[in-house]
């Protein structure tokens, strides 16, 4: 064949006809020729390691606007170079990218991703096979309003056979209260449901405070952290991912129930997960405070996993350093700290040692099991 001759793709339906609409019988994207490459982690079939490859592929683009709400603005582009997507939930809502992956053999779809990115993800559950990399240029950082009974948001979810390349991931929140609020619980999920996605050299910072102080019956500041939540078949793979939570709550009379309760896990009820030459360190402490010298009930609790409620995980170099330390000023406290609360296997891996203190008469601990094995 000759040198100077471009073939170019031509999508085809799967009983092989030209994939167009009936008003325009031109191929559908016939324009995009999938000859650019993109570098792709391949873990090996022991899972104990992993290459990059290097792979055809189609690129687009976004170029990410802020218009000041979790949603992200409304789309003006088309993800050329030229006119890229404004919004990134736009690569889950085109028919675009799953039209190349499924009628393309072999061909892989590469998003550069720059701009400004602070609103939520959601890949609506399709599933792109891994054949869809995100390659950020730029961090996702949310800044969140400080509401007076703590909120509960999910940063990323319902991605399926995504990989993540370059991904960071920064928030920080100093919430406190002086006044009688009650419980003031903050939930934070950072990847849910995204099943049999890829992260390759991702980062994730989270840093968390909670201060409630004042007269009601139930002061109570806590703080929870999944990343990976309901993630199985993942492969983290060079990531450094660090959570420093901070929670304390005190009461100003006499009245009960103050508790404090910071909780981190990682790796989050998933199985089949594996894990490679990567960095996990959660820091988790409590601290409960009483104005009274009876027997109010007020309790620190502090807890911090690497991996909880998985099974089937393999990590290989990877190190997991979890501490959490509670106190309480009349009171008893509990804390957890453990690399793997989950049944896995490791290789050449390094973990803080395992502490578990519980001197309450709570049943905080009295579920938790460790499993592991090289």
């Known amino acids: 064949m000759p040198e100077d001759v471009t073939i170019w793709p031509v999508a085809m339906t799967k009983r092989g006809g030209i994939l167009g609409s009936r008003s325009n019988r031109i191929p559908a994207y016939i324009a995009a020729a999938g000859n650019d490459t993109v570098e792709y982690p391949e873990v090996a079939p022991d899972g ?119 991904f960071e991931f920064t928030t920080a929140i100093n919430h406190s209260k002086t006044q009688s609020d009650g419980q003031v619980d903050i939930y934070t999920y950072c990847f849910s449901g995204c099943t049999n996605c890829i992260f390759y ?30 993630c199985s078949g993942v492969q983290i793979l060079s990531c450094n991912i660090t959570v420093d939570m901070n929670s304390q709550s005190q009461e100003t009379d006499n009245s009960d129930a103050s508790v404090a309760h910071t909780r981190t896990a990682i790796v989050y009820g998933s199985s089949n997960v594996i894990i490679i030459k990567s960095k996990f360190n959660v820091k988790c402490v409590s601290f409960a405070g009483d104005n009274s010298s009876g027997s109010s009930f007020v309790a620190g609790i502090a807890q911090a996993f690497g991996l909880y409620s998985c ?64």
């Open 201 to 230: 050299n991702n980062t994730g910072e989270i840093r968390m405070k909670n201060s409630v102080s004042g007269t009601s019956a139930n002061d109570h500041a806590a703080l929870y952290v999944e990343y990976f939540k309901g």
């Open 48 to 166: 104990l390691d992993f290459t990059l490859e290097e792979y055809r592929c189609f690129t687009f683009y976004v170029n990410s606007r802020s218009n000041g709400t979790l949603q992200g603005p409304t789309e003006t582009g088309d993800g050329s170079k030229e006119n890229p997507f404004c919004n990134l939930n736009s690569i889950f809502s085109s028919n675009k990218f799953l039209c190349y992956i499924q009628n393309f053999c072999c061909q892989y779809v590469k998003v550069i991703i720059t701009g400004t990115i602070d609103y939520y993800i959601d890949g609506r559950g399709r599933d792109f096979a891994r054949k869809l990399i995100l390659d950020f240029h730029t961090a996702l950082i949310i800044n969140w309003s400080k509401e007076k009974h703590g909120l509960s948001v999910t940063v990323v979810q319902n991605c399926v056979g995504v990989v993540f390349s370059n």
């Open 311 to 374: 099974s089937n995980a393999i990590l290989s170099q990877t190190s997991i350093s979890c501490s959490a330390r509670a106190g309480a000023s009349s009171y008893k406290e509990s804390h957890i700290a453990c690399a793997l609360g989950s049944t896995a296997q490791y290789h050449n891996c390094s973990f803080s040692p395992s502490v578990i203190v519980n001197n309450g008469t709570n049943r905080w601990t009295s579920s938790y099991s460790f499993t592991c094995y090289k």
